[in-house]
């Protein structure tokens, strides 16, 4: 399985189902733009925009738990190769995020700066999602080899540790936005909480080592550093 | 099944005014309402005959029939805007019965044959305004709510008017993830329903109602959030005290009894100064009372209703 996951090949794979989701939504939307935007695609709804929304929204947050998943899975599975993986998801998380962003700035509020930041300020559903996307900036721009490499490891791990948050703020902004049905808010509520759980109890088994690494060897840079 | 009628014809176009009235002619303005009793699939509609055309009708283009047909909520079916249209086929609405009763001095239990003859059907062409900020023009077909409640003769007790959707929790199973309590209820004070405009609706483009949109029959109150206009009712009560409305019920804060279409008043998520005519790419601006107010207005004069919203 490793040896799967190293082939460059497998990477091309995954990049490209990454990108799926969009191309059939770009097909489905280049079907009605031949009709003149005056047919009916059942799949795109009566309400085309608003689907667009949704379905970018719903692999943003997706996108987000696939990447979050990726070290536990490494872990679990012993996969060390999953890791290759984590910063292209993160990538996709970022990129279906922005194409979500971009709709509500279109498509809803159509580039009116006013209407736009006094939706930021009231409406809190909007206010958790720019949350959200914004966490996810410093992250991508920090995504290179390069940027890793001027922040050092542990710093750059630390900054990236905003996903958390990001994904958090991410479903707080689903929670807040459904009128009654909160199913599928708390499914990724759900997932997320599994994936930080995973993580809090690797950090408390993993405590009395660190304990072990501090006492042994009080020269070594600490990881609260 | 159906045949679809091209989404750029107006509906007036679709059928000739001389196909129209030949037929008409040829039925004799009998309602041909036998093949509902059979009614099996959502789209299981009979035709309606001899029906009137209205002055309260807009000549704004009509949103395509699969547009209203499948893309609605009636949390019954699923809380998607696609649901109803997936899960309502199957719903039986034949045999139904209604009862009105109440503050009355002559409460009528009716059935399907008697609400369709209760008050000559006319078609009402509406401007529809979901209170998630998109919007619709339905031409209804369906009666003046009026010419039932004259009929069952209110009380000087008699305020308001309570609805009551039909639930079955075997006939309607995504009900149960709503999030809201069914069965389904709403209300009116009784001069709004009294108001020509509030309308009992039994049909849709001409035909009876497709189950999804709350066949047999429902109310429509167009200066009304969509919520308002309760389906698939089957009970009317007219009442002294103002009624529980579900949406009231489940989100005070959010619903208020009265739900005016008010660009002035947002609700608390989001603006409603604007809305998304459905097959339209530039949202619109909504309108007050969604442009009825000279007929409705007078109804809320010396109300706040930024408080009563």
């Known amino acids: 399985m490793n040896r799967v996951l190293s082939s460059r090949w497998t990477k091309v794979a995954v990049f490209l189902l990454c990108l799926t989701p969009i191309l059939l939504l770009g097909w489905r939307l280049l079907g009605l733009a031949r009709q003149g935007w005056q047919g009916y695609d059942p799949k795109l709804t009566a309400d085309p925009i608003a689907y667009i929304t949704h379905y970018t929204g719903d692999w943003t947050i997706r996108f987000l738990l696939i990447a979050l998943g990726v070290t536990p899975l490494r872990k679990l599975l012993d996969l060390p190769k999953l890791a290759r993986y984590r910063r292209m998801l993160g990538l996709f998380a970022f990129f279906?995020?922005?194409?979500?962003?971009?709709?509500?700035?279109?498509?809803?509020?159509?580039?009116?700066?006013?209407?736009?930041?006094?939706?930021?300020?009231?409406?809190?559903?909007?206010?958790?999602?720019?949350?959200?996307?914004?966490?996810?900036?410093?992250?991508?721009?920090?995504?290179?080899?390069?940027?890793?490499?001027?922040?050092?490891?542990?710093?750059?791990?630390?900054?990236?540790?905003?996903?958390?948050?990001?994904?958090?703020?991410?479903?707080?902004?689903?929670?807040w936005l459904v009128k009654s049905d909160v199913r599928l808010p708390l499914m990724y509520g759900g997932i997320l909480a599994v994936l930080m759980l995973y993580r809090a109890a690797a950090w408390l088994r993993s405590a009395p080592r660190r304990e072990r690494a501090k006492a042994t060897s009080p020269n070594t840079v600490s990881l609260r550093d | 099944m159906v045949t679809r009628k091209p989404s750029d014809l107006r509906y007036s176009q679709v059928t000739p005014k001389q196909v129209y009235l030949n037929r008409r002619r040829f039925l004799a303005g009998s309602i041909a309402l036998g093949a509902l009793a059979g009614a099996s699939s959502a789209l299981a509609t009979t035709k309606l005959n001899g029906v009137k055309k209205s002055p309260f009708s807009t000549d704004e283009q009509a949103t395509p029939f699969d547009a209203i047909t499948h893309y609605n909520n009636f949390y019954e079916f699923g809380t998607d805007k696609e649901d109803p249209g997936r899960n309502a086929g199957k719903f039986v609405t034949s045999p139904w019965s209604v009862k009105v009763d109440g503050e009355v001095a002559k409460p009528l239990t009716l059935d399907l044959d008697a609400i369709f003859k209760l008050a000559p059907l006319e078609e009402r062409i509406y401007r529809h305004r979901c209170v998630e900020a998109w919007s619709m023009v339905i031409p209804w077909i369906g009666f003046p709510l009026n010419a039932l409640l004259k009929k069952v003769e209110p009380t000087s007790k008699a305020k308001y008017v309570a609805f009551e959707s039909y639930f079955d929790r075997k006939q309607m199973p995504q009900g149960v993830w709503a999030g809201i309590p069914f069965p389904y209820v709403e209300g009116l004070r009784l001069d709004e329903a009294m108001n020509p405009l509030a309308l009992l609706a039994v049909g849709l483009y001409g035909e009876t109602l497709p189950n999804q949109n709350g066949a047999p029959f429902r109310l429509v109150v167009p200066w009304k959030y969509g919520f308002k206009s309760i389906k698939s009712i089957a009970r009317i009560r007219l009442v002294e005290k103002q009624p529980p409305t579900t949406w009231n019920l489940s989100a005070p804060q959010e619903y208020g009894f009265y739900s005016n279409v008010n660009p002035e008043v947002d609700h608390p998520r989001w603006s409603q100064a604007k809305e998304r005519r459905i097959g339209e790419f530039a949202k619109r601006l909504t309108v007050k009372f969604n442009g009825y107010g000279s007929e409705v207005a007078s109804l809320y004069s010396g109300m706040d209703l930024r408080k009563n919203y």
């Not at chain 1, 490891?153 to 689903?174: E, G, K, M």
């Open chain 1, 96 to 175: 279906y995020g922005f194409l979500h962003l971009m709709t509500w700035v279109w498509l809803d509020k159509f580039f009116d700066p006013h209407e736009m930041v006094k939706d930021v300020i009231k409406r809190r559903f909007i206010t958790a999602g720019m949350t959200a996307f914004a966490l996810l900036i410093p992250l991508a721009v920090t995504s290179t080899s390069g940027w890793v490499r001027r922040l050092g490891f542990l710093r750059w791990q630390r900054l990236h540790r905003l996903v958390y948050f990001s994904a958090l703020a991410a479903v707080i902004h689903y929670y």
